[in-house]
């Protein structure tokens, strides 16, 4: 954390949060070891936080399951938490960002897993345990887009996330993925301004010199 408050100086901005990524479920790949240290990451961070003169905030990055919305609620509670960001990365079993399975898209077929990708971020929005939708249009990481207009499906999401008074992520970090975009893309980040969704800046920093790329 002091690292990433040394960049962050470096560049001149004046507040920053720190939101790791927590799976509520296990998945190959993925452990959730992180749910276990919460804790005594919390506890770190608290401390950390009385040393530096810079704003810290405590946040964490939640995937969403359908099937878990208690259970993340939960454990949203039991943390004081400044903010929370909801993400999507799986569709049922599939983690829709691994390389290794980008097959799926065309076996599906890329309309169909942008409905259920879409589908999905609108039931976490409706579940209001999350105060930001991160990465708002991941599901195009790979570059892989449908030949349909997706006009109503944005228009539809961005309704949702009105209702739910939440902040949609501006995520740098699509610049260095096969997309070669910022999420969200220009047309649906029109659509979240017509709709008057607040934004929100996110390096998707994984390591200190990410931040040298955001």
């Known amino acids: 954390m002091k690292e990433y408050v040394r960049r962050a100086e470096q560049k001149k901005v004046e507040e920053v949060g720190f939101s790791d990524h927590i799976f509520l479920r296990h998945l190959d790949g993925y452990p959730d070891f992180l749910v276990n240290a919460m804790p005594a990451y919390v506890r770190n961070f608290l401390a950390f936080k009385k040393k530096v003169e810079m704003p ?61 990708y879409f589908r999905l971020v609108s039931a976490m929005c409706a579940s209001r345990l999350f105060d930001v939708l991160g990465h708002p249009d991941l599901i195009k990481i790979f570059g892989i887009r449908p030949e349909e207009d997706l006009t109503q499906i944005y228009e539809n999401t961005a309704e949702t996330i009105a209702r739910s008074n939440m902040c949609a992520e501006i995520n740098a970090s699509g610049l260095n993925r096969p997309c070669r975009e910022i999420y969200p893309s220009e047309q ?27």
């Open 56 to 116: 810290v905030k405590l946040g964490a990055e939640v995937d969403f399951f359908p099937d878990s919305i208690g259970k993340t609620g939960a454990f949203l509670r039991k943390y004081p938490f400044d903010y929370v960001i909801g993400s999507v990365h799986v569709i049922g079993d599939w983690l829709v960002d691994d390389p290794l399975t980008k097959d799926e898209y065309s076996r599906r077929g890329p309309f169909q897993v942008y409905e259920e």
């Open 188 to 214: 649906f980040l029109k659509i979240l301004h017509d709709h008057d969704v607040p934004i929100v800046f996110g390096s998707d920093a994984h390591k200190p010199n990410d931040l040298e790329k955001s």
